[in-house]
């Protein structure tokens, strides 16, 4: 069994176990990130991507929505190529209560966010979307963040700076020496092969599946999996972030991002075996359809491209049959002193906005226990990308071009459009060289991975115009010409998941076409 | 404009039907509203003098009782286009033969009885490269091929093609109900 050694490993390539693999490869630290799908596979990309103002959490949560607002701050500044500066309105309809918003305004300010009443009528103003009938609003500074272009910035640094990283690998179990975890057992999926990877510390951010790696460890650290689901729309109807301006519930954030719009969510327990395979039901997307025309009455009419669930990774305090009372503040705990296990760490709770804290605090304890003392600087230093401005396109640059940037920020100079400035994915304007890039630094092994780091098949077609000729292109890239049905196999299987949750309308026209293309 | 029989849809159900139809002597219309992807028995329909109304779909009928009288289409909405026999051969979801609410299926030019399951969590099936139950879903007509409306028989409409509930011969489909309006 092939064996190296690491000064910290750490377990999950979703935003916690990326962005802590950055800030241990940042303070000199010998990293390697270990993730069993893809990177940004879980919740990671499965939520709103929306950078929280922390307004949401100020009335009943209030050190998360301290934490929040401080993220919130930093992440305009260190990953601006992944956030999209859109405020959000919080908004009172009728029947809500309106004596809660005064409530709200004092506790979002007692958070240190801003949060400014406004007149009905200039909200409309502001953000012609928004249900006509609202009788109040506030304005805060919520943002919409791409979570995979965000974790994948994230993955990027942590390389240059040194740190390793294995996708398809699965952690199967701890190497415990004289009463200390020193090490994993990890099989690469892809090739099968087992392995030894040893470490001074292991860091568990395996989100939900935290649970289970701890288990693995023969600790318990009591998790909470709960299920939200959302739906993404074809198109983009607003332009700020709207929420409900009442305690937190069902589907009441409507978040946009690039060209579309997302509603969500629910929330529900589910048993720990479903967390692989979550599925949203009619029930479900019939709700959050129901909720969300309160928020924009023009989604009623807005063809819904597909639904998706992600399980939050909170960690249980009491029964709560939603799981909406636990707090979703940030949970780290040293194994060490919690349970007499040392060289284990497990960083989890938190939230997208929070990840670069959690990942400072998790990284600041394996440091404290190497003796390292270097200061985190993942608050200061721009994620790849976000550097330098790309600078306003010019008018000459090619479609194809101008999309590269938007997705990658200044990391567009790294990609070579000579002879491969053809579009692949139309929707999306993917090009050849765009692809190339992706394959060359992102660690793409197929087209689902493709698609979460170029955006590629997220469009109004699903891929169902555009997958063989990507997966062609992808395979033959890759140097596998043989794998490309493969890939267009998984693809496929990948976009129904979405697809049948929203079988009406232009979805099931959707389905019957990719079932009579790609069906027999 | 009047023929003995239009036929609505120009998938392989109704160049199928049109092309049989014409040859035994009937003056037939077909209005297709998108390609037709069949394109030999299209292109022989046209060459031997038979009507076809490209980019054009029918939007409402005109009925006496139980029996249709006429139709009209987007683009041609001041014509009244009258027939002894229509044929519906619209097609499934794709080509908007169906459509499909949240919590119904329906044929939405003349609102035939259409067969589906009431609950949306079973029209579809988890295995993409299953049969889909949506699939089958559709016009269930009478024996010899007519569609309800209401519970009640059509007099002269007939459905024919994927329109049809369950598993469909497209072909077959429509060779029956040629063999009963040529009789």
Redesign the interface.
Known sequence: MASQEYDVIIIGGGITGAGTARDCALRGLRTLLIERHDLAAGATGRNHGLLHSGARYAVTDSESAAECIRENTILRKIASNCVEETDGLFISLPEDDIEYRKTFIESCQRAGIKAEAIDPKDAIRMEPAVNPDIIGAVKVPDASVDPFRLTTANVLDATVHGAEVMTYSEVTGFIEENGRIVGVTVRNHRSGELSEMRSAVTVNAAGIWGHAIAELAGISIGMYPAKGSLLIFGHRVNRMVINRCRKPANADILVPGDVVCVIGTTSTKVPFEDCDDI?V??DEV?LL?EEGCKLAPSISHTRVLRAYAGVRPLVASDEDPTGRSISRGIVLLDHETRDGLPGLITITGGKLTSYRLMAEQATDLVCSKLGNVKKCETALRPLPGSEEEVGISRQSDSLGRKAAGNRHGARVFQMDFADKSEVVCECEHVTRAEIEYAIKFLDVHNLIDLRRRTRIGMGTCQGSFCMLRVATVLAQALGCPEKASEFVRQY??ER??GL?PV???EG??E??????Q??K | MRYDIIIIGGGLAGVTAGLQLHKAGKRCLIISEGLSLHKTPKDEYIAAGGAFLPGDSVISGEWDGNALKAVRTRNLEGTRLEADHFILASGKFFSRGLVATMDAVIEPVFGCDVEFDSCRDKWYNDDFYAVQPFERFGVKPTEDGRVFIGGVPAANLWAAGEILAGETDIEQSALKIVSILVK
Do not use: D, P, Q, S
């Open positions: 599925r039901t009619a019939n359809l496929v299987e129904w998941k049948t079988c009406w309308g099931i026209r389905m019957e076409f990719m079932r009579k790609y069906g």
